[in-house]
T-cell receptor, first 118, second 109 residues
Framework: GAVVSQHPSRVICKSGTSVKIECRSLDFQATTMFWYRQFPKKSLMLMATSNEGSKATYEQGVEKDKFLINHASLTLSTLTVTSAHPEDSSFYIC??????????????FGPGTRLTVL | GQNIDQPTEMTATEGAIVQINCTYQTSGFNGLFWYQQHAGEAPTFLSYNVLDGLEEKGRFSSFLSRSKGYSYLLLKELQMKDSASYLCAAMDSNYQLIWGAGTKLIIKP
């Protein structure tokens, strides 16, 4: 199956700093990548949809200037959490859809990044 | 609005069978997914249903009734490693996944 990687897997940072999370599709090209956030014992919350070469589409309530998304190529999308605060601590997961499509646009998930803001 | 409902937690015994139910309401429908998620890990794909009926895949089966907005995941011959959260997700008309909160399945020896 298709493989999606995320880096870093775990990051601890001080309040006020910025953190960049990378999401890569390793063996396929992804026209669309999604960024999710997950709080403990909660469902995945879609933050934004990232399309290669265009601006990301953010879900209602997600601050565009705080969560910067760049989808510069068909294999890489980045999420930058700017001026991080403790409430930004969460599990961030990306997923990607292959350009080859398929019957149902299956999303392939990265392993997730655990962000802890002190 | 769009909504997915599934039980918060279930407990079952090793070797037994368990059924996890999911009801959904979405704007349009392009299929129902089940994912397994172990603590601290990303979800992994289990099944996809878009037509009514039962899809069997080894110890796991998934059922869909579009008219009722209902699906279930059936796990047979439960193993301790099946202890995880099981997420139900429906794909809407925009091909976006609407996620349930997940059902935490606890397997006891």
């Amino acid at each position: 199956g298709a493989v999606v990687s995320q880096h870093p897997s775990r990051v601890i940072c001080k309040s006020g700093t910025s953190v960049k999370i990378e999401c890569r599709s390793l063996d396929f090209q992804a026209t669309t990548m999604f960024w999710y956030r997950q709080f403990p014992k909660k469902s995945l919350m879609l933050m934004a949809t990232s399309n290669e070469g265009s601006k990301a589409t953010y879900e209602q309530g997600v601050e565009k200037d705080k969560f910067l998304i760049n989808h510069a190529s068909l294999t890489l999308s980045t999420l930058t959490v700017t001026s991080a605060h403790p409430e930004d601590s969460s599990f961030y997961i990306c997923s990607a859809i292959s350009t080859s499509g398929g019957d149902y646009n299956e999303q392939f998930f990265g392993p997730g990044t655990r962000l802890t803001v002190l | 609005g769009q909504n997915i409902d599934q039980p918060t937690e279930m407990t079952a015994t090793e070797g037994a069978i368990v059924q996890i139910n999911c009801t959904y309401q979405t704007s349009g429908f392009n299929g129902l997914f089940w994912y397994q998620q172990h603590a601290g890990e990303a979800p992994t794909f289990l099944s996809y249903n878009v037509l009514d009926g039962l899809e069997e895949k080894g110890r796991f089966s998934s059922f869909l009734s579009r008219s009722k907005g209902y699906s279930y995941l059936l796990l047979k011959e439960l193993q301790m490693k099946d202890s995880a959260s099981y997420l139900c997700a429906a794909m809407d008309s925009n091909y976006q996944l609407i996620w349930g909160a997940g059902t935490k399945l606890i397997i006891k020896p």
